[in-house]
Structure formats: C-alpha cells, structure tokens
C-alpha cells in the first residue's frame, strides 16, 4: 500500500521552521471515543498531512509528479526575493495551481458522482474530446497539460503578509470564491467570469488570482513581472484563512505552534452558520459517503439511502453551499472591484 499525498510535502514544508518537517493541523471530522472533537496539533509532520493509503493507485508518487512540484516549490520560495520571473516560471505556477485544484478528495468526489449522475447533470467542457463525466484522472491530466492557461489569463497578485497573524492552508489550498449568486454560475468548475482563487504559499504570502472583468488587474499574460503588495491589516489575513476552512475536506494547517488558531477559526466560522454541518461536512465513514453517493445515482429509494444515505448527502450539500453563503470582507480585494464589468473580456480569450 502506497500513502500518497494528495498535498505535497514539499508545499506543506514552506509552513514548516527551517529544516524540519512539521505544521500545525486541526481535523475538521476526527472525535475520540466519547464523541468530542479532538484538538488540534501544534506540531504535526508533513508526511501523515493531507495523505491516504493508495488514493490514486500510487500514480501521485510517480517521479513526473514529484519533479513537478519541487520546481513549484522552488519558485514559490524565489517569489519571496523576487517578483520577475521567465515563461517557464510563470507556467509552473499556473500548472501546480490547477492540479493542485483538482489533486484532492473533493475533486475526486465530485468527478466521481458526475460519472454517475452521467446524462442528468451537464458535463460539457471547452474540450470537444473531453466531458466532467469522463473521470477524475482525466480531467487531472487535462488540466495539468492544457487547462492551466486560463489561469494565466486571470489578474496574478502576491500578497506579501507583514502582520502578526499568518496565512494558513488545508486540505484544499486553492480556495475558490465568487462573486455572483449560485445561480449566475453555469458551472463553478469550468467558469472563469467572477471567479477568485486564494492560494497561500508560505505563512507570509498568499497568490490572489482575480477575474480581469470583474476587478481591475490585467490578465498575467505574456508578462512575467507579477505584481505584489504588502498589507499589514490582520482582519483581511483573517478573513483569507476563513476561506481556507471553508474550502478544506477534512484537515487545514498552519506554522508551528498555531493549532488553537485553527480551532478558534473553526468555531468562529460555526457560529456563523445554522449547525456545524456547514463546516464540517460529513464526518463520518468515508465508505458509508462512497455508498451514499452511489445509491443516490439509481436507488434513492432504497430503505439503507433513505435511513442513512440522504442525511450523508445533505450534510455534503450544506459544507458545499457555505462559500456561497459567506461574504468575505478582504479589504485590499473589495478596492480592487470594477464599478462595471467588462463584458467580453472571456469572449476574446482562447485556450
């Protein structure tokens, strides 16, 4: 049995001190016997972090992959001397962003129950060759090659954190927020127009990648030089760490020595919402969420779907509907907001 890291190691060590191989980390599902939640970990290493036994048959262990994101790694770390990097760097970023993105238990999930919802959800994509219903590993591999060139179209900014309270990251480090309603999103996986992603690399800087029609950057591409501030306002670092639980599956992390922040960002973000579902998801058996979600494909009326399997759903659904229902108040994004949208700023973009 292979345990695979569905965050890399060497991403969770720009967390850790120098030379050690350690984080913080909280578990958003994990009780002990008497049903309480246990408190998170001031010192955790990066090996058992976000990572299960054979979670996609030992392929993210492959040297290809490794290679791949040690060069990100790299690059992230020269970032913080630098904001000029070559073409090869820029798509390095852009590369990891999105596998990342799509490398973790929720994508998974999700590709997962497209392929057997098939035809009663839309599954097109840009791709003429290529359906969301076609399987996790290949809209992985898509992405990887090809799909990571939109984000070079997205407006790139490094934000370079000189307060006291660090970023954090999670299970899911490409927190995704948009701007618009539910309903205005034709698909949240493939839609450009609104999005924001919120991607930390280090407890001192974040990557903001923001949609040029709704905010006023520029897309990143051809250029190289990526623009960068400094902001010093801990609420607005707050408030970024607030997406990253909401975003996460099961686990966020932190720096060394940060796990009651954690614990306290997760009880904040509760008393926000109606029950802790919202957050916390499903905490239960991974396998009773496997079944639940095949049944719900073709036996919905099922006595075990309607005991068990609905309850196991909702709270999937409710976990999933929190980023919709929570307006982040980042004050250095909120500026950077257009009065009016350019409209065919998608439309001229081909990739």
């Known amino acids: 049995m292979v345990n695979e890291h569905y965050v890399p190691q060497s991403y969770l060590r720009l967390l850790a001190p120098p030379n050690e191989s350690l984080i913080s980390r909280y578990s958003l599902v994990e009780t ?22 054979d979670f996609a048959d030992g392929w993210l262990e492959q040297n290809e992959i490794n290679q791949m994101e040690n060069a990100a790694k790299q690059t992230f770390e020269k970032l913080q001397e630098t904001t000029v990097l070559d073409k090869e760097g820029i798509a390095t970023i852009s590369q990891f962003v999105m596998f990342q993105g799509d490398r973790t238990p929720l994508a998974r999930r999700h590709y997962q129950v497209r392929r057997l919802l098939g035809d009663h959800v839309d599954n097109t994509t840009n791709w003429d060759d290529l359906t969301l219903a076609d399987g996790w ?3 992985l591999v898509r992405n990887a090659a090809e799909g990571h060139e939109q984000l070079q179209h997205m407006g790139w900014l490094l934000v370079k954190n000189d307060s006291d309270t660090p970023f954090i990251t999670s299970d899911n480090p490409s927190a995704q927020y948009f701007a618009r309603d539910l309903e205005a999103i034709e698909n949240s996986n493939t839609q450009a127009e609104g999005r924001e992603i919120y991607f930390p690399i280090g407890q001192d800087h974040l990557f903001v990648f923001l949609d040029p029609s709704r905010f006023e950057l520029t897309g990143q591409y051809p250029n190289t030089k990526i623009d960068k501030i400094t902001i010093s306002d801990p609420a607005d670092i707050h408030e970024v760490n607030q997406l990253q639980v909401l975003s996460a599956s099961r686990e966020i992390f932190g720096p060394v020595g940060y796990g009651d922040y954690l ?4 009880d904040e973000l509760i008393l926000e919402f109606p029950n802790e579902t919202y957050i916390r998801g499903y905490t239960g058996d991974l396998g009773r969420l496997q079944l639940a979600y095949s049944l719900a494909a073709g036996f919905a009326n099922s006595p075990w ?19 919709w229902e929570h307006d982040h108040d980042i004050g250095f994004v909120h500026e950077l907001r257009r009065d009016e949208p350019i409209t065919d700023y998608w439309d001229n973009i081909t990739v």
Not at 36 to 43: E, L, V
Not at 263 to 266: A, F, G, R, S, T
Not at 308 to 317: D, L, R, S, T, V
């Open 32 to 53: 002990h016997e008497g049903g309480d939640y246990r408190t998170a970990y001031n010192r955790y290493p990066t090996k058992k972090a976000a990572s299960t036994e």
């Open 137 to 139: 590993e290949e809209i």
């Open 263 to 266: 614990e306290e960002i997760v």
């Open 305 to 323: 779907y309607r005991k068990y399997g609905k309850p196991i759903i909702n709270a999937e659904q409710k976990e999933a509907h929190a980023i």
